[in-house]
DNA sequence: TATTATTGTATTAAATCGACACAATGATAG
DNA sequence: CTATCATTGTGTCGATTTAATACAATAATA
């Protein structure tokens, strides 16, 4: 996939149709090697790390602009996005301290913009941002910079660094609805692979939950519920016994989840 | 309590200070006679129902316009309160079509406003707004309404009549989050009086949840909890055994809100 | 004093829990 | 080929919790 362009007249687009004062931006969370990450968007020409993020048309509801946000900014399609709260706080707009707003400019200025300039102001206003997050398969998925960022990585959430503005206590915020309710929603499924291990998913509601858990009694209580299938062997080629593998019943994962998963580890 | 007046050039204020596009809307819930209620504004001149709801200065956080909000829409203060949801979607415009905008025209003209006229054009632009939902003690309240409303009303959440625009909808997620959430939110605390029956309790729980729970079972795991105090037995007039009643050890129930309780009905 | 409805607590079998044990396994090293 | 090793699947077992029910203890009324 080509990293994508900006349109003609990028800049009097959003001028012209985005909703004033209103933002969104996106949690979007993978798990890879035993750890919870989120990708993150690093700006061109600055050591400047943001989650994705972007403006609502006048026309579009806030659940499509953040799936087009998503797909314009990080190239991912078709995945579970969910909103969170809102950040409505007026200091989250400090960080256009001057500053700020001068290393802005400065990186803005670098970045060509076709058949107009940009407008600082416009994004120095105060911004009431949205967050949703995402949940998705990072093995399934190829994310693509933008043309305002040199790159995107996956970041294990222990290890984020110093973000733009407050996108450090959005993250945190998603991270904590993500505990809160968890059994309402459908992490297991979006987050592993088709199939993995009873290890997989265990280590992920460890690293969801931030504790540890008695690896026999997780297998109880998860098969107990009915709702994995399992498959053969994964001979890993590790000098140890080779664990199953396993699948969601996709209907009665989607039933339990619905009506909240009685989980109580 | 006196009925507020508008202040002067309610509208001039209105739209020189408030940040354009954005509302906020607030669940008011009480429980009262075995039942959850949520209090809601009576138009004048129509029988015409809607949340308490209002807009956000632009030097102003969003929480802060939800306490403001709700002091000057029902002199509720001091109230717990906490955000749901933002509602973005397109439709919920849909309420200013052409007979709607008619009503609203209607009734605003019969609301004398002092200094100015009503700008019916503001309020038909497309609004964002976030929920909030408040957990109150309704004994220990007295909501009157603003110089727009009539009358507020405590209505049963089985029995509310159709609402302005998309309030039934805000109200059922602003419900569904209640019991999402349930085990994280302070409901017992803020609901009920300072002492309250185990059946009080067991009530309250069993209308946010929805079903019907075993009464010896629940006494049990309650009492197990060790976030009760319990003192005299209340005299009630009834023909049969007076229950004790109970209050919550504050910091006890706090750090297990703060935990998540560990419920499982 | 008997009746009545509700409350506090006990009982009991079944289910579940945490913690641990241990054999089975798949590679590797000797 | 055998011993070793780390990990996995499953079993065990006492303690705890659960659901369901039973029943005595009220507080008013008849």
Redesign the interface.
Same mark, same amino acid.
């Given at each position: 996939m080509e990293q994508q362009e900006p349109q003609r007249n990028w800049m009097e687009h959003l001028q012209a149709n985005a #909703?004033?004062?209103?933002a969104i931006d996106c949690v979007i969370l993978g798990y890879q090697n035993e750890q919870l990450k989120v990708l993150l968007l690093k700006w061109k020409f600055e050591d400047l790390w943001c989650l994705p993020g972007g403006y609502?048309y =006048? $026309? &579009?509801?806030?659940?499509e602009?953040a799936h087009r946000i998503l797909a314009e900014r990080t190239g991912l399609t078709s995945i579970y996005l969910k =909103?969170f709260? $809102?950040f *409505? =706080? #007026? &200091?989250r707009s400090q960080y256009y301290r001057p500053e700020q707003v001068a290393l802005l400019k400065k990186i803005l200025a670098q970045i060509p913009l076709e058949g107009q300039d940009w407008d600082v102001d416009w994004f120095t206003k105060?911004f009431?941002s $949205?967050g949703y997050f995402a949940l998705v398969d990072i093995e399934q998925t190829t994310a693509q910079p933008d043309f305002l960022s040199e790159r995107c990585a996956w970041c294990s959430v222990e290890e984020v660094p110093s973000l733009l503005a407050d996108h450090n206590k959005i993250l945190q915020k998603a991270l904590e609805q993500l505990r809160? =309710?968890l059994n309402?929603l459908p992490v297991g499924i979006s987050l592993l692979p088709t199939k993995f291990t009873m290890k997989d998913l265990q280590k992920l509601y460890e690293s969801i939950l931030g504790v540890s858990l008695q690896r026999s009694n997780f297998q109880r209580k998860i098969l107990k519920l009915g709702m994995l299938v399992r498959h053969e062997k994964q001979m890993t080629g590790a000098a140890h016994k080779a664990p199953y593998l396993y699948s969601f019943d996709k209907e009665k994962y989607a039933a339990l989840v619905e009506r *909240?998963i *009685?989980f109580?580890f």
């Open positions: #909703l004033p004062h209103n609502i =006048q $026309t &579009e509801n806030f659940d602009a =909103q709260y $809102t *409505g =706080q #007026l &200091e105060r009431v $949205t809160i =309710q309402y *909240g *009685g109580s």
